[in-house]
């Protein structure tokens, strides 16, 4: 899931398509939702605050609603539950630490 934040050009295209993928069996499966908060839902937390902020850095938006409806419901409504809104790191310094990083790894 990393690769399409570290490549650029074609081969973050390439990148990209693999995360869709990803996405895509994610969505397909359901792995994510329900009525309470379960083992699937933090193991997938990650989206949240890591994707999201990869996404803004490079431009490149996976998780959109038309595409993928069931996970972005399941985004929204999971960093809007009190127990995950209140234990998320800061957003200003995880964006700082991926720009960080995608600048070395591009350079």
């Avoid at 995950?84 to 790894?105: A, C, G, Q, Y």
Wanted: with cysteine; net charge negative.
């Amino acid at each position: 899931m990393w690769d399409f934040f570290i490549k650029v050009g074609e081969e973050q295209e390439k990148a990209t398509k693999t995360c869709l993928e990803i996405l895509k069996t994610i969505e397909e499966h359901g792995l994510c939702g329900g009525d309470a908060i379960g083992l699937a839902d933090l193991i997938l937390g990650w989206v949240i605050h890591i994707l999201l902020p990869m996404e803004t850095i490079t431009g490149i938006k996976l998780i959109e609603a038309e595409t993928f409806p069931s996970l972005h419901l399941w985004l929204e409504n999971f960093s809007e539950s009190p127990a995950i809104k209140e234990n998320l790191p800061d957003m200003d310094r995880v964006m700082e630490f991926f720009k960080k990083t995608r600048e070395s790894f591009i350079k």
